[in-house]
């Protein structure tokens, strides 16, 4: 049974700042893998996908790469605003299924 | 930009209650999806529906759940007899080609069971 997690659950950093958000899964067969961003009491919203077949994929200040052997997956953001604090989910959709199974996310604060 | 409309956005219900939720998927998308988070946990899967009938179903999905696509556009999840524990937040998907293509959420309905 695939297992997602996120590392670090918390993140605060100031503004300007470039970081990396974490997401490992347990089972390496997965079809795609998908960030996601959400904002406190919102639904989420799709920020970028990766099939299995690639190793990153790139939006405006965002960059994933995907490493399947190892299980890993980071989102990399750079040059952080304010309005990039929201929390960040990463899900993996496996060979033998329709869905995504999620980790718990990474809450971001970019301080000003 | 097409968007998966949810209604209502909160309801608050009597354990017990049957409770209806609706979707209103993205117009050309053919695979839908439901999921719930409840207040501080993970987003989980429910169940996902293509061409008329259920593809696949998570062990929370028993038989107090049932979904519907009762006209073309309107994709439902009811609820039959509510519990303190279905309180949470349903999240509807769709996607026009699952895997290939990005899911795309709903805003969600707040379901509050007293």
């Known amino acids: 049974k695939q297992e997602v997690t996120q590392i670090p659950a918390a993140l605060s950093v100031p503004e300007g700042e470039n970081l990396v958000l974490n997401c490992s899964f347990t089972?390496?067969?997965?079809?795609?893998l998908q960030w996601f961003r959400q904002d406190p009491g919102k639904g989420l919203t799709s920020l970028l996908l990766?099939?299995?077949?690639?190793r990153e994929q790139t939006s405006g200040r965002l960059n994933a790469s995907l490493d399947k052997s190892s299980g890993r997956s980071t989102l990399y953001i750079a040059a952080s605003q304010p309005g990039d604090s929201a929390t960040y989910l990463c899900?993996?959709?496996?060979?033998?299924?329709?869905?995504?199974?999620f980790g718990p996310g990474t809450r971001l604060s970019v301080l000003p | 930009e097409p968007e998966v409309t949810q209604t209502p956005s909160h309801q608050v219900t009597q354990m017990g209650q049957e409770v209806i939720l609706r979707c209103v998927p993205i117009?050309?998308?053919?695979?839908f999806y439901w999921y719930r988070q409840i207040l501080g946990q993970k987003v989980e899967f429910l169940v996902s529906?293509?061409?008329?009938?259920?593809?696949?179903k998570s062990e929370i999905f028993d038989d107090q759940f049932s979904v519907e696509r009762p006209d073309g556009s309107n994709f439902t999840l009811k609820i039959r007899s509510t519990k303190l524990e279905d309180s949470a937040m349903y999240f509807c998907?769709?996607?026009?080609?699952?895997?290939?293509?990005?899911?795309?959420f709903g805003a969600g309905s707040r379901l509050t069971v007293l």
């Open positions: 998907a769709s996607s026009d080609l699952p895997g290939a293509n990005v899911l795309t």
């Open positions: 089972d390496s067969a997965i079809y795609n």
């Open positions: 990766i099939q299995s077949s690639q």
């Open positions: 899900a993996a959709l496996d060979n033998y299924g329709q869905n995504f199974v």
């Open positions: 117009s050309n998308h053919l695979y």
């Open positions: 529906f293509y061409n008329n009938e259920i593809s696949e």
